[in-house]
């Protein structure tokens, strides 16, 4: 695939640049006021959740600590299987820890429900999910953000960490990604 300009391949813009700080401050209010005592482990998912992570911990007006998960799921990139690889486990241990997973986005919730059944194998005092995007479409799993920020329609997006086959995810705003760029 020969992407000349991602811009192109944008079909409609959801959230704004603008749009995304205002609700990642709104997100970050809600964090500091649940965790100011707590001295939380904030757990990125890479990649996706990397442009949102960082923004969302810099809101955070308490005490904690960042650590890196790197996983994958096997399938096609545009939809999940729901099997999880784990490429980069955390560094720190969480035992009574009070921890937050965040992720870019919740489609099926099988990758959610799998990293939060093995997170919680590991006795964190607490497991709390954030994601960027709540997709309203087929949940398989039982499973509910405890916060998120938008929620959006079944529709395949990109952009500020989003990704389609690893591309796009430098896009400063997130969009609907054009049909014809991944179906074929
Ligand atoms: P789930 O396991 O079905 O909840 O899917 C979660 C993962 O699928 C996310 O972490 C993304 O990597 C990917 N994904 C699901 N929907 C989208 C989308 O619209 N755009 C980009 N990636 C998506
Ligand atoms: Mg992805």
Redesign the pocket.
Known sequence: MMIRNAKEDIKKILYTREDIHKRVCEVGKILTEEYKDKDPVMVC?LK??AYFYIDLCREMDCHLKNDFMS?S?YGN??????I?KIIKDLDSDINGKDVVIV????????????LMNMLSSRHPNSIKVVTL?N?LGV?D?K?KADYKGFD?DN????GYG???AGFYRNLPYIGE?KEECYKN
């Open positions: 998912i996706g959740s996983v799921s990139d545009a939809k999940s299987s729901g999880v992720e870019d986005i919740i489609d099926t919730g099988r990758t959610i429900n799998y995007l997709k949940r799993a499973i959006i529709v395949f997006v990109v989003l990704d389609y990604l």
